[in-house]
């Protein structure tokens, strides 16, 4: 039986931090060889939520969600985006691990004693994301304030949300000890904490420890900035039933999804070269810009960081990608593994494409199976659908083959409208950015 796991996060259109920590815990996974085919999906960035589970092959499939809390994206967005098949598990959250408790508990203890501070002078300050979307996603950081304050590690602890009451300023009247540790309840050192979260509390930026109101505020790092989260992640997808016993690695390159890869290992020994996107790929090398002096990348984070972080480009589908650079490749198997890390989940589409079997989804269909901001993009028009289409969709290498107009042929196949469209789409008809 072949097996494959999946990291869904969130992901972001500001920072790359977001979804670069669910990357470093997927590349954790492929080096022990826990699965057959390894892999993430986002909300906000590639491949999506709706996409991801046709990258793959495997007959047992196993999901965990990399978000802190049971709550509004794991019990309303990933239910509506992927309706689980009969092939499909699901683990328990990574904020559901009693050791995400005890990373909290190491934030504040690390900021007492790296600070001299003694708890009868300190109230720690829990920071969830919240949601008034859904009432469960608050119970998390509660929980965790509940915890510390049962262990006595502060002389108050308050929990306070960003996007839920009550709001992060109010831990200034709520609580009244000289310093406050201010420990955000957050995965990545994405924009929520590095911007929004200390912007709430007040905090300059890129400052983490200073006088505000009249209180002495020290802001600790989120709870997988440095890493650390693998054994969890593994716990998680054991208890849910995944086998997660290590098997030797031939490469970094192993481990990544494998639908389409036959057929585009056929077309690239039919042919000796191919061109994808940016891409040149031969059984040699795969490469993005021309010249003997481009420099040699050896991994998928360092493939990731030219095309997706230096400078950050949420949708690494855009034209001109901006940074030249080579893979050398010992195996047409390692050349597409390159292509999937450029590309995640674009040789699916493309080679179903070619196949007639490519799942096609128009605007009003993705938008009637939202739960939240997107759902009135089902009054969308066909007009202003084609309108945007000319202006984000023409500066991406993919052809929306989902566009009502009808008009995208070529190319390489976009079978439903991204995040980044549907973003622009709700910002036209509302005029509200969608910030993150
Ligand atoms: S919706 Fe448009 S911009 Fe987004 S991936 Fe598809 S073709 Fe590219």
Known sequence: MSTAVVLLGHGSHISPNTAATVWEAVDALRALGIADEITAGFWKELPGF????????????????????????TRQVIPGEMPLAPRTRMARTLGEHPR???????????????????????????????????????AATESQADRLRGLGIAAEVAAVYLDDDPEIP????????????????????GSHTVIDVPGALGLPDGVTDSQINGRRVVYTPPIGA???????????????????????????????????????????????????GALTVTPREVRCGDGDDLPTLTTPAQVRAAVRTEPFRPLVTV??????????????????AVVETVYPGLIADWAAEQHGTLHVVNLPTVAARQKGMFRPLVNFSAADEAALCGEICAGCILSPRWARSGAAGGGLPCAEPCNVYLSAAKEGMTGDDDNG
């Open 50 to 73: 709706s996409r991801v589970l046709d990258t793959l092959t495997a007959d047992d499939i196993t999901l965990l969600p990399m978000f802190t809390a049971q709550g509004y994206f």
């Open 100 to 138: 995400i408790g005890e990373i909290i508990e190491q934030r504040a203890r690390n900021a007492l004693a790296q600070h001299g501070l003694t708890p009868s002078e300190v109230a720690v300050a829990v920071i969830g994301h919240g949601t008034k979307n859904n009432p469960t996603s608050r």
């Open 170 to 189: 109010t831990v200034y009247e709520s609580t009244s000890a000289p310093v406050i540790i201010a420990v955000p309840y957050f995965l990545a050192a």
């Open 226 to 276: 440095d890493g650390g989260l693998t054994d969890i992640v593994l716990a998680l997808l054991a208890d849910a039933g995944a086998d997660v016993t290590p098997k030797p690695v031939g490469s970094v390159w192993d481990g990544v999804p494998s639908a389409g890869r036959d057929h585009f290992l056929a077309a690239l020994r039919a042919s000796g070269r191919l061109s994808f």
């Open 319 to 336: 034209r001109d990608m901006p940074n030249r650079w080579r893979v050398a490749v010992k195996s047409p198997e390692q050349a597409h």
